[in-house]
């Protein structure tokens, strides 16, 4: 399939389908609820493994020529960094579920009282189905879907700790870095680290497509939406440490679910951004989302590969988008 057509079934603002939060609310959602503020922050409270990444010159920017068109993928420019660390995996359940416990924080799934939920993954009561926005039927916005019940109230995360926290807002995940004395990492920073040190590569392992001589990383395949055949054996999450990490000990920068990052999103900053550690626009609508997920498929959304953008308001939540955090 050529961009053309890919940007005709998926489209600039394509987060594997997932719609802002606003178009949910004209099906009839409200909030209700209000967040706590978190306690004091400690470095020591966040359990997820580090990987340190050195200090740096490298290629931001598609090198493919499969970037979409309207994203921003290009134009391709150098990017310089100091070193950093950056967490090894996605933010798990047990550690978000530990963030919670300690603060009594209400995710703004909770607030608002609904997420996005994908069909195939629904677990919920007929009357808690709020509706499908216009342009994405296999997203229903769902009462009851957090991070604790990622397919809706007849779901749970048991046996889950291992897979990453969804259903978390940009919002959410800057009040969990706030409490772990944690950050988001920059959109640099991020395709830096997921890069491992491959010069211009595809993807974190190399230029091999995700499927070739067994999967790679955790994607959608079938006929989207509507079948998937499981191949790689996850419907929805993986664990986190699932495939192979990268050159950096990074684990599924791509695929599994899509992460946060810290930058307002602009499809035109490439055209302006600076040589030296970018932080993203200074204005913006939405963040920045990066790594695709397990939504993914080449015939509808191939944002799975190191230099894929991707955005979403700050508020929004799904089930397919988590995050990690970098050390301050």
Not at 154 to 183: K, T
Not at 184 to 194: G, I, K, N
Not at 276 to 281: D, M, R, V, W
Request: aromatic share 12%.
């Amino acid at each position: 399939m050529n961009n053309a057509d890919e940007d005709k079934s998926c489209g600039p603002g394509c987060t594997c389908g997932a719609p802002a939060r606003d178009q949910f609310l004209t099906l009839g959602a409200t909030v209700t609820a209000s967040i706590p503020a978190p306690v004091a922050p400690s470095a020591d409270r966040h359990p997820i493994a580090q990987a340190e990444i050195p200090a740096g010159t490298f290629l931001m920017g598609d090198s493919s020529g499969d970037q979409n068109h309207g994203d921003g993928e290009t134009p391709r420019h150098e990017v310089t960094l100091p070193a950093f660390s950056i967490d090894a995996t996605a933010v798990t359940n047990d550690a978000f579920a530990a963030f919670i416990a300690a603060t009594g924080y209400l995710t703004e799934a909770e607030t608002f009282e609904f997420s996005a939920v994908f069909h195939l993954a629904l677990a919920a009561a007929e009357e808690d189905v709020l509706g499908q926005p216009p342009g994405t039927p296999w997203w229903f916005g769902v009462r009851g879907a957090d991070w604790a019940h990622p397919g809706g109230r007849e779901s749970s995360i048991d046996g889950l700790g291992d897979h990453p926290a969804v259903h978390v807002s940009w919002n959410d995940a800057v009040a969990y870095c706030e409490w772990a004395g944690r950050r988001l990492p920059t959109e640099a920073e991020w395709e830096y680290a997921s890069r491992g040190g491959l010069h211009a590569a595809k993807y974190p392992w190399g230029d091999d497509e995700v499927d070739a001589g067994g999967w790679r990383a955790n994607i959608f395949q079938g006929s989207f939406p509507r079948e998937n055949t499981l191949e790689d054996g996850f419907l929805t999450t993986a664990p986190v440490r699932s495939f192979q990490p990268n050159g950096f000990g990074l684990w599924q920068t791509v695929g599994n679910v899509w992460e946060w990052c810290a930058d307002w999103y602009d499809p035109t900053y490439y055209e302006r951004s600076p040589g030296a550690a970018p932080k993203g626009a200074e204005v913006g609508n939405s963040r920045v989302l990066r790594g695709g997920s397990y939504l993914c498929h080449i015939s509808y959304c191939n944002r799975y590969r190191n230099s894929a953008r991707s955005q979403n308001t700050p508020d929004s939540s799904m089930g397919n988008a988590g995050f990690r955090t970098v050390g301050l």
